[in-house]
């Protein structure tokens, strides 16, 4: 694959330290048959990132990449991994990546979560407040809503990802309930001496400050218009009770065939998507009809996934 002159141009930066690769580049190299991890394509990358985006890295493999991790077969590690608990997980990921749209982090073993294995509660808490610390104020209430997933609460493919769009009271709703589910999860608090206060545990007072004494990044137009949107549509949860799009129809609007699609994994599908709500979007001049149509089908299609 030709790079060009740029090759920093593969690389995304959404927001803080984070990034993510150009979907164009993963595609193509899925398409070579090429087997690959991300810790690959960073090496590859590495002199093409940006500064801060190169200490970040340079700190995950100082922290992560101990010889007793690296030569643990990847079934092992999974093992491992999976004994993670998710807030943790799904932490780590935002502050590694910067992305509210997390997407799968079980099935298979990550390297960069194995900073985190044989750890107490406290030695955890300590390695990601080193991290949090690069954040931008901006960036701490989205961090609070992906780590605790309050996306599970809202129905919306679209907008569930971009937290400004949705309704502010429901939004917090969600977030003091998961807060204080958290609160009582056994699993979290694993050999950390019970306390006799009543309430809040320390180790999340934190979140509560950082969640009410900041705002979600302010949203786009289109942000806006597609939160009021299915706010007054009211979209049904995909596989919920109201019948989908049927599957002919659903590969029509997202410019597939049914035969490609049944090929297709869930992954493969989402950057199918992608591709084609930047040449739908409205922002871009298409109809905005059009493209809400395109995303039920998507929606329809996911949910078969």
Known sequence: MDLGSDPGRFVHYP????????????ETLQKEAMQYSPDDLEDVFFPFLKPEARRLVKNFRRRGRSSRWRDYPPEKLLELQNGLHSFDKRRLHFLRCGRVDIGVL??????????LLDKSRDEI??????????????????????????????????????????DAEKVDEAFVFELCRLNRDGEFFKGVEPGNDVGLSPYLMKYAILYFDHEFERPSVWAEFAGEFE???????????????????????????PSEFSKMNREELIRCYRRRAKRMHPDGGGEHEEFIRMTQAYESLLAKK
């Open 106 to 115: 079980h099935g298979r073993p990550w390297k960069f979560l194995n900073v």
């Open 125 to 166: 808490e300590h390695t990601l407040e080193s991290m949090e610390l690069q954040l931008r104020p901006h960036e701490y209430r989205s961090y609070v809503y992906t780590a605790l997933h309050l996306q599970r609460h809202f129905a919306g493919q679209f907008t569930k990802n971009t937290p400004a769009a949705l």
């Open 15 to 26: 927001g803080g330290s984070g990034f993510y690769f150009s979907p164009e580049l993963e």
């Open 231 to 257: 706010r007054r549509r009211h979209f049904p949860p995909a596989g919920g009770k109201t019948p989908g799009m049927a599957t002919d129809e659903a590969c029509k609007c997202l410019g597939i065939c």
